[in-house]
């Protein structure tokens, strides 16, 4: 039996384990990614994600690439049975404050493809084993120890990290040695989901259009150049063999064909998926984790699934890496199910609630969404808040600190938000002449401040690991901070504030002492 060791074991080669091992590597940390497939799974899955997460596949090196494989998202259409329009809510396709679109659609098998690459550039700071079945996941006190099977060989062999990351799926066999147990949130329902690849011009909207019909609900967006989704819901009775070849589901498909003629459509797939919202109730057993799909199932209503789980790796990486060095105490590890699991949680009850609003109620309600929906698409700040990419600030935790003295008055609190910036996603804002964002200038940890901060100041920030970025009131960066009456905000390794301050002195002090190496994406 053969036998390695790593820092840190990944089961699951998908988007959360393919994205923690890149951003790992990019903080000096080896890791090894345990996959059951040879190759990378064909069939399509997720199709949207927002620019919050585009801005961590930039991180990695692959916002070029990512650009050619995908496609702004334009927004949302309800419309009856019959596509005649409810209500609509155009979403912006420019560059928005992250440096991206608001919204994308791709193909998930191109993006695993994109995320191997970025893997691959990593050189010897990642090991991807595939083809390999894991059969048993042991714990000491130091470290982590799985048990696997070469499946074209049954040759078995042991990897030992100081970590696990179990990015192994719904059906998690890390989720069981975490010992914990879904919590259910309320949702389950059956769809029937069908990609269609197809050179023919079909004449409809480019944004998403969700039919509100208490009947069948149904789903229709365009991914690709080639490239169509449906999804219905299924009826009693109907499971999806029924619907297994073209001809079945052409019935269901029909309304959007009729200005194609007989258009040359290949079925690539057609399943049946069940929509549940359910999130794990521990996330963490002292050296294993669970991120993606093994620790929350999001229905599929405002496509945030596959993007928390990516979430999920940015916020934990550069995490272990800080204990890794030695710089940080383990306890901080808890700080990812802190801030990770009330915001997987409000986003999978926002998509439980938004499905319910554009399909619940019976017939009422189609009469009700007729009436209302339209109002609400002329109400510029509900349109503003359907249409906006932003997501919840993260809760209180070892790396979201409320700022000493730096509690902002009750009026202004209202106004900016809570106590202000701690627990937002930064801005990626332009920073230089040249165009140069944000992130693509800065790693680690930064203090980006309107004042210049002292020669003692900077000495003890600079020890710390961290950087400092001064930008001007009028910059996007100074008028971010002005607005939210603040001076100073520390930004993490992922982009989220971990404390602004209305002064240095007030923050600079909270900067942990990281000392990993911050190599940035690899060319």
């Given at each position: 039996?053969?036998a390695?060791?790593t820092?840190?074991?990944?089961i699951?080669?998908g ?5 923690a091992?890149a951003?790992?590597a990019?903080h ?9 497939w040879?190759?990378?799974?064909p069939?399509?899955?997720?199709v949207h994600?927002?620019d919050e997460?585009?801005?961590?596949l930039a991180r990695?090196?692959?916002?070029e690439?990512?650009a ?5 998202g334009?927004?949302l259409?309800?419309v ?6 409810i209500?609509e809510?155009p979403?912006?396709?420019e560059?928005g404050?992250?440096?991206f679109p608001a919204?994308?659609m791709?193909?998930q ?6 995320l191997r ?10 090991t991807?084993?595939?083809g390999?079945e894991v059969?048993?996941i ?10 696997a099977t070469?499946?074209?060989t049954g ?6 990290g ?7 799926g719904a059906?998690?066999?890390?989720r ?10 309320g949702f389950?329902q059956?769809?029937?989901?069908i990609?269609?690849?197809t050179?023919?011009?079909?004449g409809q909207?480019?944004g ?28 009693e009775?109907e499971i999806a063999s029924?619907?297994?070849?073209l001809a079945?589901?052409?019935p269901?498909m ?7 003629g ?9 399943a049946e ?8 109730q ?8 669970l991120?993606?799909?093994a620790a929350?199932?999001?229905?599929p209503?405002i ?6 789980g990516?979430?999920?790796a940015?916020?934990?990486s550069?995490?272990l ?9 383990q ?12 915001h997987a949680?409000g986003?999978?009850?926002?998509a439980v609630?938004?499905g319910?609003?554009m ?6 309600g189609d009469?009700?969404?007729g009436?209302v929906?339209p109002?609400?698409?002329?109400t510029?700040?509900?349109v ?7 997501t919840p600030p ?7 600190r409320d700022?000493?003295g ?14 202000g ?5 930064a801005?990626n804002?332009t920073?230089?002449?040249?165009g ?8 680690g940890?930064?203090?980006v401040?309107?004042d210049?901060?002292?020669?003692d100041q900077?000495w ?16 996007g960066l100074g008028?971010?901070l002005?607005?939210?009456h603040?001076?100073c ?5 992922d982009?989220?504030?971990m404390?602004?301050?209305r002064?240095i002195?007030?923050?600079?002090t909270?900067?942990?002492t ?7 994406p690899v060319?």
């Amino acid at each position: 039996m053969t036998a390695q060791k790593t820092p840190v074991v990944i089961i699951g080669a998908g988007p959360s384990g393919l994205t923690a091992a890149a951003l790992l590597a990019d903080h000096g940390v080896p890791s090894t990614i345990l996959e059951r497939w040879d190759d990378i799974y064909p069939q399509p899955r997720a199709v949207h994600l927002d620019d919050e997460v585009y801005r961590v596949l930039a991180r990695l090196g692959l916002a070029e690439e990512f650009a050619c494989i995908s496609r702004p998202g334009r927004g949302l259409r309800l419309v009856t049975d019959t596509l005649d329009l409810i209500a609509e809510f155009p979403r912006d396709v420019e560059i928005g404050v992250h440096g991206f679109p608001a919204a994308s659609m791709f193909d998930q098998p191109d993006l695993e493809r994109l995320l191997r690459t970025a893997v691959a550039r990593r050189g010897h700071l990642v090991t991807l084993r595939g083809g390999v079945e894991v059969d048993s996941i042991t714990q000491g006190d130091e470290s982590v120890t799985v048990h696997a099977t070469e499946r074209a060989t049954g040759e078995p062999f042991t990897v030992d990290g100081r970590y696990l990351l179990g990015c192994d799926g719904a059906g998690s066999m890390t989720r069981s040695v975490v010992g914990t147990q879904w919590k259910d949130l309320g949702f389950s329902q059956r769809w029937l989901v069908i990609d269609i690849e197809t050179t023919a011009d079909l004449g409809q909207w480019e944004g998403v259009q969700q039919v509100c019909d208490t009947r069948r609900a149904a789903t229709y967006m365009r991914i690709g150049d080639t490239r169509y989704r449906w999804e219905f819901q299924l009826l009693e009775g109907e499971i999806a063999s029924d619907f297994r070849e073209l001809a079945a589901v052409l019935p269901l498909m029909r309304p959007w064909l009729s200005y194609a003629g007989d258009p040359d459509l290949r079925l690539i797939r057609s399943a049946e998926y069940t929509f549940n919202a359910r999130v794990a109730q521990r996330w963490r057993d002292r050296r294993v984790f669970l991120l993606g799909d093994a620790a929350h199932l999001t229905p599929p209503f405002i496509g945030q699934g596959m993007g928390a789980g990516i979430r999920d790796a940015a916020n934990l990486s550069w995490k272990l890496a800080a204990v890794l060095s030695g710089g940080v105490p383990q306890h901080s590890l808890d700080s990812y199910e802190d801030e990770r699991k009330p915001h997987a949680v409000g986003l999978i009850r926002l998509a439980v609630l938004t499905g319910a609003l554009m399909t619940g109620g019976g017939r009422g309600g189609d009469r009700l969404r007729g009436v209302v929906a339209p109002i609400l698409a002329r109400t510029p700040a509900i349109v503003s808040r359907l249409t906006d990419s932003a997501t919840p600030p993260l809760s209180p935790s070892y790396y979201v600190r409320d700022t000493p003295g730096g509690r902002l008055p009750g009026p202004l609190r209202g106004a900016v938000g809570g106590n202000g910036l701690a627990g937002t996603l930064a801005p990626n804002a332009t920073v230089s002449t040249d165009g140069c964002r944000l992130d693509s200038v800065v790693s680690g940890f930064v203090l980006v401040t309107l004042d210049e901060p002292t020669e003692d100041q900077n000495w003890e920030i600079t020890r710390r690991g961290a950087s400092t970025l001064v930008v001007g009131p009028r910059d996007g960066l100074g008028l971010w901070l002005e607005t939210s009456h603040r001076r100073c905000a520390i930004v993490r390794p992922d982009g989220t504030v971990m404390a602004a301050g209305r002064s240095i002195a007030s923050v600079f002090t909270l900067v942990p002492t990281v000392l990993t190496a911050a190599a940035g994406p690899v060319a």
